[in-house]
């Protein structure tokens, strides 16, 4: 079993990657960081005489399967990048809406303009944006993810080389955090069973199979309910200027148009 893992991992490498690459983006981790995961990400595969790729059953599409514990190990590795996130006793006090707000800010190191576009596309019900304003200028201020010491002064010519890969970078990084609030608007569109539909479907990884018997749908209609909803997605997509590739841009590993 162990050669046929090993066989399974080096045909599958190139989509390893892709999967790799294309959470690293919906998060905004480009360079280094990009690549220590990237790494990691085939150590785990290949730890253990590949345990993990030995527990795949078929039972989903291995691209799901590979996605799912590809995501998993990503919010494994910000943890011991960032340190595990918590809410502020303020963010606690003011509710769900505040401690969202403060894990936008802080955690996923969204703009206060962005973090407000995205609660207001996710909540139909929230509040105007001066009343979010005001709640993120009751929050704590966010601490910056990472520390440099007196070594890191000493690169500072070091990085003024790499200044204009650090802009594309940027750029690259604004480039998906719109795509990922106009996605998320998009979805908010949705009638309530769709959206869970797609949540369960592309977010948290769910086969047709098991999304059919947990809400009483027939698994033949819901195939043809999901490409429709795709559809709808990307057309409101590209009406909102966003390219219809935005999908796999985010991490989201539909099927293709």
Known sequence: MSDSAE????????LIERIAESICRRHACFGPDAEDFASGVKLKLMADDYAVLRKFDGRSKLTTYLTTV???????????????WRPSATA???????????RLLSRDGHSLDEAVEILRSRHRDAPPREALYELAAELPPKAPRRFEGEEGLEDVADENEHADVRVEERERAETMKRAHTA???AIADLDGEDRLIVKMRFEDGFTVALIARQLAIRQRLLYSRIEKLLKTLRERL??????VDVLEAVGWEGPAP
Do not use: C, P
Not at 70 to 84: L, Q, S, T, V
Not at 92 to 102: F, P
């Open 7 to 14: 066989q399974l991992f080096l045909a599958q490498l190139s």
């Open 70 to 84: 590809i995501a998993n190990h990503f919010r494994d590795f910000r943890i011991r990048m960032w340190g595990k």
């Open 92 to 102: 606690k006090r003011r509710g769900t809406l505040a401690i969202e707000l403060e």
């Open 183 to 185: 996605l998320a608007r």
């Open 238 to 243: 590209e009406a909102a200027g966003v390219g």
